[in-house]
């Protein structure tokens, strides 16, 4: 017990063996004295013996995709039971909502210190400094983002000013084809990040991609955060490596433009690689031992080639959650992971394309 | 016949403000056999808005230059090499990616540049008689009307049915608008060439753009603009109906009316060219006729004037009907026989798709007499020679005949002519034995398009 503890404890660059990571976790998570409410019952449900079977990260796949069942479950069950009296709920965040109800999950705090750890360590490799006035303009209150961002922001001894988002009512207008109520709401988002790049002393700029593409439409805040800002991150949503490119080469040539990708049921956010030229295709290291990525074929479940592209599959294994073998609605390039990382690496992000079928028959047009 | 070299696609750029511009993973364009001819490149969201502040902040064209440079554009146009393509090459390419008969597209092109060069004068025939061209025209200093612009930015959402969708923009480059064209992903090649003829002949880049997109990013170019033309169908009329800034252009239900006090015997040579002409596939194609008497004569002799036509592929020389992807063909076939449910097929009634063996078929006309006037399915409109033939009486009235781009009228009833002339919804009447799809530089499509883009300012001069 007493070494479970010790590599399920482990921080993000302890360097522990992922598969032996894997292990005790799934000691931890299916052993009726650790694991949690929800795991337990669930397990008996499953066709394999998650504390015998998964000898490893691959066989994080004998997993069903488990993650519908986060809209209904209740917080208190998710919550290991190993932690006893001493679990400390940090924070509930629900997903965007993309697909439904939104999943639930949840934050304890020391998953907390090892996601804001890895974040802050490979912010640092980006050159980010440290103090400073970052403006985040993201989603808070349920959503993951907006809180690692502003942890982010403290770890580095910063202080993060932020702008609310709400992407769920954006959405429904989207699907509403209200176009102009999406781009009133836009320019209020827009109105407030120029009172702040006004009047206060921002390094470091945190958007979603919409929102620099709607910047970049303004020549005097193009000229301000080039003039100011050490490093924008963009993230939240997916950016086309033609945009990356346009961003970082024509509109803030003198800003370092650093992906970030990440979602709710990763509980944390992978940093763009550092040391990729704007024409480079947008690499995410996963973080081992606790998120690891495949790109699998949508139609097999195969993992595709060596830059091929394909679904991503996100697990996410810690002490404080385990949501094992969930098929993102992304698709990636498959890439080798950095040194020490396990599963693959993931590049050019870009959501599942929608088939449209030819419906229009009617017309010449 | 030149054939464009496979193991060296052919790329189509977007033509941006600073120049062309390539995305890292271009799109592909296929022919109608479903072989890639050409890649091209589909520009974000983030180009568009940058292209369109670019043209903001570019002039228009000095109107002294205007004459000689559409001159030499229609020259380009019509016989010069553009982005690597002479022009019989440029035309087998919009005959094998659109389907559009070889002979079709080699009229427009010739078309257009008449077009290009008339551009000028085509647009300043809209101008009020009352509103001056300019503040220099002595008529001002005593108080007067000066036409003026009422944007700077004109967006185009072109669609790929047949080149001569082209011809109209021109209007708002001659009145000084700066314009984006949005081109159809099927065929591209025609507003490519256009906008590279233009260029060639001296529109500075930031003035004139070419930015091929997705369907999404396609409204941000209209929504960028200060007026735009969007073509589609019923679903995009309705959608910017509401929108002053947006002039949509829908299906054009294009009608031939033939009264009692007409023999039509004398005249099925103009409405079989009306329907099938251009290759069945534009918007001023006949989509129905209307016989004050039994239609059924009528409607079997267009039949088998139609039902002689060949089967060819595209780029033959002799094809005259449109042909596209076989399993659109087979889609399009099933279609039309859901909708002539209850009419009675001279014509395609067991189908009209004709496999031509290669991935692609042949579109071949399809002839339906209905019960009556207000039959739904003269509301039909398909992409090939398609017409409905329906009895019409006096009873009937001009209800049937609404909503209609182009009406040939053949009667000599002035009462009846006057009628039709004021019913709103009937945007064109050509009187007596003239084709639906007549069109000139100078007369309005629907009507001018200057009544869309520009404006008549007081303008008073006490100096």
């Known amino acids: 017990m007493t070494d479970e503890l010790t590599i399920l404890d482990a921080g993000p660059f302890d360097r522990v063996d992922p598969d032996e990571f894997v292990r005790a976790a799934m000691r931890w998570h299916f052993d009726p004295a650790t694991g949690s409410r929800y795991w337990l019952e669930r397990a008996a449900r499953l066709n394999f013996d998650p504390r015998h079977d998964v000898k490893g990260v691959a066989d994080l796949g004998l997993f069903p995709d488990l993650a519908d069942e986060l809209r209904g479950v209740r917080v208190a069950d998710l919550i290991p039971r190993g932690y006893g009296s001493g679990a400390r709920l940090l924070n509930v965040f629900d997903s965007g909502g993309t697909t439904g109800a939104p999943k639930r999950v949840i934050q304890l705090d020391d998953w907390m210190r090892h996601s804001t750890e890895q974040v802050n360590r490979r912010l640092r490799a980006h050159g980010l400094p440290d103090g400073g006035l970052w403006l985040t303009v993201a989603p808070t209150g349920p959503h993951l983002v907006g809180d690692v961002l502003q942890r982010a922001a403290a770890g580095l001894g910063s202080v993060g000013l932020s702008v609310d988002m709400d992407p769920r009512w954006v959405r429904k207008l989207v699907a509403a084809g209200r176009a102009d109520d999406v781009d009133a709401y836009t320019d209020h988002l827009v109105d407030q990040c120029r009172r702040i790049l006004l009047s206060q002393d921002i390094g470091v700029i945190a958007a979603t991609t919409p929102l620099l593409e709607r910047f970049a439409r303004e020549d005097g805040l193009v000229e301000m955060i080039n003039g100011s800002a050490k490093a924008i991150i963009w993230g939240g949503t997916h950016m086309d490596p033609d945009t990356r490119e346009l961003l970082s080469t024509e509109v803030f040539p003198d800003v370092p433009v650093i992906g970030m990708y990440g979602n709710t049921l990763m509980l944390t956010a992978l940093m763009e690689r550092v040391g990729l030229t704007a024409s480079e295709p947008c690499v995410f290291d996963p973080v081992s031992p606790y998120v690891f990525l495949t790109v699998v074929d949508p139609g097999t479940g195969e993992q595709v080639e060596v830059g091929e592209r394909g679904q991503v599959v996100v697990s996410h294994v810690s002490k404080s959650m385990l949501i094992p073998n969930n098929m993102e609605r992304d698709t990636a390039l498959r890439v080798r992971p950095d040194e020490g990382h396990a599963g693959d690496a993931v590049a050019d992000v870009a959501p599942v394309p929608t088939v449209k079928g030819e419906t229009v028959i009617e017309g010449v047009y | ?463």
């Open chain 2, 1 to 463: 016949m030149t054939t464009v070299n496979v193991a060296d696609p052919l790329y189509l750029d977007a033509l941006g403000p600073r120049g062309a511009y390539r995305t890292r993973v271009p799109t592909s364009v296929t022919d109608v056999t479903g072989t890639e001819v050409a890649r091209l490149s589909l520009v974000p969201p983030l180009f568009v808005t940058r292209a369109m502040a670019a043209l903001r902040q570019a002039g228009p064209i000095p109107a002294a230059d205007l004459d000689a440079l559409l001159a030499a554009a229609a020259d380009a146009f019509a016989s010069g090499t553009i982005g690597g393509l002479n022009v019989r090459e440029y035309e087998h390419l919009v005959s094998r990616t659109s389907g559009t008969p070889l002979s079709v597209v080699h009229a427009a092109t010739e078309g257009t540049a008449r077009f290009v060069r008339q551009a000028r004068s085509s647009a300043w025939r809209g101008r009020p008689v009352g509103a001056a061209g300019g503040l220099r025209d002595s008529a001002v200093r005593e108080g007067h009307a000066v036409w003026v612009r009422q944007g700077d930015v004109f967006a185009v959402n072109a669609s790929g049915n047949h080149p001569g969708v082209h011809r109209l923009w021109l209007e708002a480059l001659a009145l000084g608008y700066r314009v984006a064209v949005r081109p159809s992903r099927r065929e591209p090649f025609t507003p490519y060439r256009l906008v590279g003829a233009l260029r060639q002949a001296g529109v500075r880049d930031d003035q004139l753009v070419l930015l091929p997109t997705d369907h999404r990013t396609a409204d941000t170019v209209v929504r960028d603009a200060d007026r735009a033309l969007v073509y589609g169908g019923d679903d995009v009329v309705a959608k910017y109906a509401n929108d002053p800034g947006v002039l949509p252009q829908g299906p054009g239900r294009s009608k031939i009316l033939i009264t009692a006090d007409t023999d039509w015997r004398d005249h099925v040579d103009t409405i079989v060219a009306s329907v099938a002409d251009e290759g069945g596939t534009a918007c001023v194609n006949a989509t129905a006729v209307l016989f004050e008497g039994d239609p059924a004569p009528l409607a079997q002799a267009i039949a088998a004037r139609l039902s002689a036509l060949p089967s060819l592929p595209p780029q033959d020389e002799r094809a005259v009907l449109p042909v596209c992807p076989r399993e659109r063909a087979q889609a399009l076939s099933a279609y039309l026989g859901t909708v002539a449910a209850g009419t009675r097929a001279w014509l395609g009634g067991d189908g009209i798709a004709d496999d031509l063996g290669d991935g692609s078929a042949v579109l071949r006309p399809a002839v339906h007499q209905t019960d009556s006037a207000d039959a739904v399915q003269l509301r039909s409109e398909l992409p090939f020679p398609c017409v409905w033939v329906a009895p019409w009486s006096r009873s009937d009235g001009i209800a049937p005949l609404r909503d209609t781009l182009v009406l040939s009228a053949l009667t000599r009833d002035g009462e009846l002519l006057d009628a039709l002339l004021s019913e709103p919804t009937i945007a064109n009447l050509y009187i007596g034995d003239q084709p639906t799809y007549w069109m000139a530089p100078g007369v309005p499509h629907d009507s001018y398009l200057s009544d869309f883009l520009m404006r008549s300012k007081a303008v008073f001069d006490a100096w």
